[in-house]
T-cell receptor, first 113, second 111 residues
């Protein structure tokens, strides 16, 4: 069983579109995260949710909105996509908020054309 | 949150012990040190975490000197499959602590 899964794995879309990336964890963890890794491989946290409560909301554009229907899911919605949004997006989970061990999903490669 | 500095890249040979050092001069009292490994096209994978002195698990050791301003990840007898990017993180248990992955160290193992 995959601990942290993301769908889709690849996403190609045009500028201006709205898209969503789904994440699910079956580890029973309380905290979930979204990270963005750009072409230079810098990995930056975007959001953190603990028991459906937003903990961290880094300086990301409000076009990005995390939605957590329950503790096992944290979806990422992106409105009005821009070229600069092209990156790999990783979902992760941990039992406690950092510094607990985080389990990462396989990533979603988003390409905006 | 303490900023970390790591070498950009390192090369080593199979069977060697590899030590990757991370500097974190501004580490706070309640900060922990965590290392992750990332292979191409995969998410990072937790390797080891420590607070002080030495921590060892089945894949690595983490050495932290008394002043905690640096830490060293030690990989014993590396193999080609250890070629990856290694990230050092420093942070505490506060809920609003920012989680920052540094630029990482690209380790290349040669045959």
């Amino acid at each position: 069983d995959t601990a942290v899964s993301q769908t889709p794995k690849y996403l190609v879309t045009q500028m201006g579109n709205d898209k969503s990336i789904k994440c699910e964890q079956n580890l029973g963890h309380d905290t979930m995260y979204w990270y963005k890794q750009d072409s230079k491989k810098f990995l930056k946290i975007m959001f953190s949710y603990n028991n459906k409560e937003l903990i961290i909301n880094e300086t990301v554009p409000n076009r990005f909105s995390p939605k957590s229907p329950d503790k096992a899911h944290l979806n990422l919605h992106i409105n009005s996509l821009e070229l600069g949004d092209s990156a790999v997006y990783f979902c992760a989970s941990s039992q406690d908020h950092y510094p607990g061990e985080q389990y990462f999903g396989p990533g979603t490669r988003l390409t905006v054309t | 949150l303490a900023k970390t500095t790591q070498p950009i890249s390192m090369d080593s040979y199979e069977g060697q012990e590899v030590n990757i050092t991370c500097s974190h001069n501004n580490i706070a009292t309640n900060d922990y040190i965590t290392w992750y490994q990332q292979f191409p096209s995969q998410g990072p994978r937790f390797i080891i975490q420590g607070y002080k002195t030495k921590v060892t698990n089945e894949v690595a050791s983490l050495f932290i000197p008394a002043d905690r301003k640096s830490s060293t990840l030690s990989l014993p007898r590396v193999s080609l499959s250890d070629t990856a990017v290694y990230y050092c993180l420093v942070g505490g248990r506060n809920r609003d602590d920012k989680i920052i992955f540094g630029k990482g160290t690209r380790l290349h193992i040669l045959p």
